[in-house]
């Protein structure tokens, strides 16, 4: 499974992409079918509240690619929000099959 991560315009922290890591490793351990992680970062301007913006793509065989987006306060929130929507999605398709 690969984690594709991309910081637009910033220099993404250590401590941000072993977050990312650490929360795309739980959410692969609860639907193994996926196959990749895509995920861009991106300042939202103008620079106020909830310009954080994370887009979350993933690969599952047999269905179109899953997209999330979401914007908050901090990368974390986030990247958090974004992988419920994700789930919540992986979790209607489980159900259907």
Not at 16 to 31: A, C, G, Y
Not at 66 to 87: G, P, Q
Request: hydrophobic content about 40%.
């Amino acid at each position: 499974m690969d984690i594709n991560i991309k910081a637009i315009h910033f220099d993404i922290s250590e401590k941000l992409t072993e977050f990312i890591n650490k929360k795309v490793e739980k959410l692969v351990r609860r639907h193994p079918a996926v196959g990749f992680v895509d995920i861009s970062l991106k300042v939202v301007k103008p620079e106020t509240s909830l310009n954080k913006q994370a887009i979350v793509r993933v690969a599952v065989p047999q269905q179109d690619d899953i997209v999330a987006d979401k914007t908050a306060d901090s990368f974390e929130e986030a990247i958090d929000l974004t992988l419920e929507a994700i789930d919540r999605q992986l979790e209607k398709i489980k159900n259907k099959k």
